[in-house]
């Protein structure tokens, strides 16, 4: 079974650390809404509004903070763990994790609930956990989800799907503290590059910059020029970057923190 046909067939869906951006994906999940009355639960620091009229439930969380999030669902979905795996789960400061992810442990309850009557399960893990600084732990702890919870995974990079398919150390670390993420950010999308940097009327105002204008995004020694076009539905402080590859700029975690500058006439 492909992985839009495991979507196709599901009744309940999660997905994490991906934007959803691609037409075949997110129409797979919408007539599994449509057909199956599935429920999806969409997770991720920008709600995108294209999927506001099928999901059933937005779990908004910080930047940087997908190790706790992964480490949050295999809290909430697994069962029958052996002792380590339990053991991991009893040390969790789910408190402390919450609060800096701003993801609540109501919200997981309330996804667990969903669930609760659905026959087949399927997480989405998406690419933004790649290039994670925590992304080996991040590898086991969804590795451990597939191992002790009743979700397909459906894993839409293919390395990844192979490193967590063929994980057999479970020697997790500890969660690393969350490092904050402040002032004007950017999210890089992958696939088609374009000349506009997608922003809130909330962005535009804290890089003091208004719509259509031409701007310098600058992260450490790389330096872009875009034009900034004001989307009435994206709310925030992250701007949408798209490009074509990955290694175009920006090299590294799907999001950095930026400097915008106007440029001038």
């Given at each position: 079974?492909?992985?839009?046909e495991?979507i196709?067939?599901?009744?309940?869906?999660?997905?994490?650390?991906t934007?959803?951006?691609?037409e075949?994906?997110?129409n797979?999940?919408?007539q599994?809404?449509?057909?199956?009355?599935?429920?999806?639960?969409?997770?991720?620091p920008?709600d995108?509004?294209?999927?506001?009229?099928f999901?059933?439930q937005?779990i908004?969380?910080e930047?940087?903070s997908?190790e706790?999030i992964?480490?949050?669902?295999?809290?909430?979905f697994?069962?029958?763990?052996?002792?380590?795996?339990k053991e991991f789960?009893?040390?969790?400061?789910?408190?402390?994790?919450s609060?800096?992810?701003?993801?609540g442990e109501?919200?997981?309850?309330e996804a667990f609930?969903?669930?609760?009557?659905s026959?087949?399960?399927?997480l989405?893990?998406?690419?933004?956990?790649?290039n994670?600084?925590?992304?080996?732990n991040i590898i086991k702890i969804?590795?451990?989800?597939?191992?002790?919870?009743d979700?397909?995974l459906?894993?839409?990079n293919e390395?990844?799907?192979?490193?967590?398919n063929?994980?057999?150390?479970?020697?997790?670390?500890e969660?690393e503290e969350?490092?904050?993420?402040n002032?004007?950010?950017i999210?890089?999308?992958?696939?088609q590059?374009?000349?506009?940097?997608?922003?809130?009327?909330?962005?535009?105002n804290?890089?003091?910059?208004?719509n259509n204008s031409e701007?310098f995004?600058?992260f450490?020694?790389?330096?872009i020029?875009?034009?900034?076009?004001?989307d009435?539905?994206?709310?925030g402080?992250?701007a949408?970057l798209?490009t074509?590859?990955?290694?175009?700029?920006f090299?590294g975690?799907?999001?950095?923190?930026?400097?915008i500058?106007?440029?001038?006439?």
């Amino acid at each position: 079974m492909n992985k839009v046909e495991q979507i196709l067939n599901s009744d309940f869906i999660i997905s994490i650390a991906t934007f959803l951006e691609d037409e075949k994906l997110k129409n797979s999940i919408e007539q599994a809404v449509k057909n199956n009355n599935a429920k999806f639960v969409y997770m991720h620091p920008i709600d995108n509004f294209n999927l506001k009229s099928f999901y059933s439930q937005l779990i908004k969380y910080e930047v940087g903070s997908e190790e706790g999030i992964v480490a949050l669902l295999l809290n909430s979905f697994s069962s029958n763990c052996d002792e380590k795996t339990k053991e991991f789960i009893e040390d969790l400061d789910l408190g402390y994790i919450s609060a800096e992810s701003s993801a609540g442990e109501e919200e997981f309850e309330e996804a667990f609930e969903r669930s609760s009557n659905s026959k087949i399960k399927t997480l989405i893990i998406g690419d933004d956990i790649l290039n994670h600084q925590r992304v080996e732990n991040i590898i086991k702890i969804v590795a451990l989800i597939k191992k002790y919870s009743d979700f397909n995974l459906v894993v839409l990079n293919e390395d990844l799907e192979q490193k967590i398919n063929s994980c057999t150390n479970f020697d997790l670390e500890e969660l690393e503290e969350l490092k904050s993420f402040n002032g004007t950010l950017i999210y890089k999308l992958i696939g088609q590059d374009n000349d506009e940097l997608i922003a809130s009327q909330t962005f535009a105002n804290i890089a003091k910059v208004t719509n259509n204008s031409e701007v310098f995004v600058i992260f450490k020694d790389e330096k872009i020029k875009k034009v900034l076009k004001v989307d009435e539905n994206l709310h925030g402080t992250i701007a949408i970057l798209k490009t074509k590859n990955s290694e175009d700029i920006f090299n590294g975690y799907s999001y950095k923190q930026v400097k915008i500058e106007k440029v001038e006439a």
